[in-house]
């Protein structure tokens, strides 16, 4: 038995082999339940071409260099900010020091530092290097923005991020619920939510942008 995808795909075609408009397709799937999304991802297969029988578009497929390409592109982005974060809580720590921790910390705390600074300068140009020669290939071949690695990735992100967020900001109502807040400790949860943040508004900006372009 076929499946619901496979039954539109057959009905958009066959329906364009008939001659019927897009538009009227569109009216008749929606008047049948199917949202318009479904039905716009089935007929933009096909180009909006004078042929006598539809003409099918490029679709996105997966390579292993396009799966290396993104693994490496989003590695390296979660490697860079989270020893960012960690850099950020060494400064904190160390403008804002806690007496019962100071001596305990003090080689710790320069290790820590040094490690992260090189994970930093490290991962980031790799980071910024992929991101900008992905952006390149898919300005080149638009079709690529389609990638179910990119896709898949790119939500993955965001779920991280909006896990994270949410953590965040349950940490913090806990402590204020406790009295127990601090400088430190507030700068910490910042620190956090900026960079979650960034990351999740970023993402979800470049998801909107491929719908819109879509």
Not at 73 to 89: E, K
Not at 100 to 117: D, F, I, N, V
Not at 125 to 140: L, N, Q, T
């Given at each position: 038995m076929a499946s619901g995808s496979q039954e539109l795909e057959r009905f958009v075609y066959e329906a364009l082999v008939r001659g019927e408009t897009r538009e009227s397709i569109a009216q008749a799937l929606k008047a049948a339940g199917w949202r318009d999304e479904q039905t716009r991802g089935v007929m933009d297969a096909y180009a909006?071409?004078?042929?006598?029988?539809?003409?099918?578009?490029?679709?996105?497929?997966?390579?292993?260099?396009?799966?290396?390409?993104?693994?490496?592109?989003?590695?390296?982005?979660?490697?860079?900010?989270?020893?960012?974060?960690?850099?950020?809580?060494?400064?904190?720590?160390?403008?804002?020091?806690?007496?019962?921790?100071?001596?305990?910390?003090?080689?710790?705390?320069?290790?820590?530092?040094?490690?992260?600074?090189?994970?930093?300068?490290?991962?980031?140009?790799?980071?910024?290097?992929?991101?900008?020669?992905?952006?390149?290939?898919?300005?080149?071949?638009?079709?690529?923005?389609?990638?179910?690695?990119?896709?898949?990735?790119?939500?993955?992100t965001l779920f991280v991020a909006t896990t994270v967020l949410i953590c965040d900001m349950t940490t913090l109502v806990a402590s204020v619920l406790g009295g127990e807040l601090t400088t430190r400790f507030v700068l910490k949860v910042l620190v956090v939510a900026a960079i979650a943040g960034s990351v999740f508004g970023y993402y979800l900006w470049d998801l909107r942008h491929e719908e819109t372009d879509a």
């Open positions: 909006d071409t004078p042929f006598p029988i539809p003409v099918p578009r490029p679709r996105a497929s997966v390579s292993a260099r396009e799966a290396f390409l993104y693994l490496v592109l989003f590695t390296s982005l979660y490697f860079a900010t989270y020893h960012l974060g960690s850099l950020l809580f060494d400064l904190i720590n160390r403008a804002w020091p806690d007496p019962s921790e100071q001596e305990l910390m003090g080689g710790a705390l320069r290790e820590s530092m040094r490690w992260s600074t090189a994970a930093i300068l490290i991962a980031f140009p790799v980071f910024a290097y992929v991101s900008y020669y992905v952006s390149k290939e898919v300005a080149r071949h638009p079709i690529k923005r389609l990638s179910p690695v990119r896709r898949w990735l790119t939500y993955l």
